[in-house]
């Protein structure tokens, strides 16, 4: 079975250029969830949905950073326009629920802003 | 509120030799969720098990164990016959459902096991 698909895998930009990060989580699973890992803060959880409606997204740092998630197979983060301290490596996760709630990580995406 | 603590910023271990990583949760909720996850150089993060709050059963898997003791709010992952390829962050987590859907990561430990 495929795992989460996250693309791109690395993305270089520069300052003030939006950038989209695209997620397609594990078929059948109901919560997703979009992380950023950093040396300094850790791994810090942005936002997540369940059934596609964004439940918290008290972790988006900002309005520069948007997600959605239009239909059960796919999601997007956006960051526009980006900034050099967003660059990390961000994570989509998804989880089966139905009392099951370990989630089940992309390989990341790593962002660098210059 | 809930918490997790991992005391173990980093640990250096020889091959062979076996190696404990602690947990310690913090949660006023009697149903929750702990979990670990690796995270290898390679960077992506591997899902290595789930243990609810009502089954303090250990659980052996190879050369992996897991402690879980309500007792203490610990839950401590062993490595027996450490390998190379062990070499990781290791990440405890909890989860209390009841709430949300969130898992509370605490910051990791640094596995290196050398030669």
């Known amino acids: 079975d495929a795992g989460v698909i996250q693309s791109p895998r690395h993305e270089v930009t520069e300052m003030g250029q939006e950038v989209t990060l695209r997620c397609k989580p594990i078929?059948?699973?109901?919560?997703l969830f979009w992380y950023r890992q950093t040396m300094m803060r850790g791994l810090e959880l942005l936002i997540y949905?369940?059934?596609?409606?964004?439940?918290?997204d008290s972790g988006m740092p900002e309005d520069r950073f948007s997600a959605k998630m239009p239909n059960a197979s796919f999601s997007t983060l956006k960051i526009q326009p980006s900034e050099p301290r967003d660059s990390a490596v961000y994570f989509c996760?998804?989880?089966?629920?139905?009392?099951?709630?370990?989630?089940?990580f992309g390989p990341g995406t790593r962002l660098t802003v210059t | 509120a809930q918490k997790v603590t991992q005391a173990q910023t980093e640990i250096s271990v020889v091959e062979k030799e076996d190696v404990t990583l602690d947990c310690v949760y913090e949660?006023?909720?009697?149903?929750?969720?702990l979990f670990w996850y690796k995270q290898p150089p390679s960077g992506e993060l591997v899902f290595l098990i789930r243990r609810n709050s009502f089954d303090e059963q250990n659980e052996i898997s190879g050369r992996y164990s897991w402690n879980f003791q309500k007792s203490t709010s610990s839950f401590n992952f062993t490595i027996t016959a450490s390998q190379v390829v062990d070499s990781a962050v290791y990440f405890c987590a909890l989860s209390v459902p009841y709430n949300t859907d969130k898992l509370i990561f605490g910051t990791g430990t640094r596995l290196q096991v050398f030669p």
């Open positions: 996760a998804s989880s089966p629920g139905q009392g099951r709630y370990e989630q089940y």
């Open positions: 949905f369940n059934n596609n409606v964004p439940i918290d």
């Open positions: 949660t006023r909720d009697t149903t929750y969720y």
């Open positions: 078929s059948g699973h109901n919560s």
